[in-house]
């Protein structure tokens, strides 16, 4: 069997909805101030970033929403690379609603091995930490009994860690997926700066 190599990455956010998923996709393309609004369809973005001195392109699927009704499209999940979770510190309800949003993920992806797979798991929010709810000794437990899971505290009012939660989600990916498997033109030896690929507004059929 032939299998065809990746020109991208395929990245989603997942978790419940108002914790922040369309927000930290937006600043992490720099485009906070652009349309980049719900629509029908799934949207994504194109961005590269430099994972270990390498350049991944990623492509960036956003929900549109469906989420608030825990019914995600198997075309949104489907061939997805890389699986970023997201709660928000100061509601104990979206940390606890990760296991539902990873179940859903296995079963609809048909992933048997977890750990195998690239996730990444952000607590989102981290400007109002006076705020929160979720203890990080629980949150530390919940990564390493899913397969010791990388974990960043990120906020969009002070820009943390945003860019880093991107790129260790594509040197995992690069780890887990085999650099063999990837397309010479979605992952390059960095000469240059990170930039913005495109953008687009349309759905795929990845
Ligand atoms: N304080 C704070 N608010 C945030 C942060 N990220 C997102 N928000 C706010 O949370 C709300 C929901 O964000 P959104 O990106 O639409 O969440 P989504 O439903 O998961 O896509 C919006 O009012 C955002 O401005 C953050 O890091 N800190
Ligand atoms: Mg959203």
Redesign the pocket.
């Known amino acids: 069997m032939i299998i065809e190599k990746k020109r991208y990455l395929k990245v989603i956010l997942l ?10 996709i937006k600043h992490f393309i720099n485009r906070e101030n652009s349309d980049f609004s719900p629509t029908i369809v799934p949207d994504f973005v194109n961005k590269e970033v430099n994972a270990n001195g390498k350049l991944v392109n990623l492509r960036i699927w ?2 549109s ?1 469906q ?1 608030r009704y825990q019914s995600l499209s198997f075309g949104f999940y489907r061939n997805t690379d890389i699986c970023i979770l ?1 709660y928000d510190i100061t509601l104990n309800r979206s940390f606890e609603n990760l296991s539902y949003w990873i179940e859903d993920f296995k079963t609809q992806m048909g992933i048997s091995n977890p750990s195998e797979f690239p996730f990444v798991l952000v607590g ?5 930490h006076n705020g929160r709810t979720v203890p990080m000794d629980i949150v530390k437990n919940w990564c390493k009994a899913n397969g010791n899971i990388p974990f960043f505290e ?4 002070d820009k943390s860690s945003i860019d880093a939660i991107f790129e260790k989600a594509a040197e995992i990916a690069i780890q887990k997926i085999g650099i063999k498997n990837i397309r010479h033109s979605a992952i390059k030896l960095n000469k240059s700066k990170d930039k913005e690929t495109s953008f687009k507004e349309n759905s795929c059929n990845c």
Do not use: F
């Open positions: 978790g419940d909805a108002k914790v922040g998923k369309t927000s930290l956003d929900t929403g989420e997201v989102n929010k981290g400007d109002k990120a906020s969009i009012r």
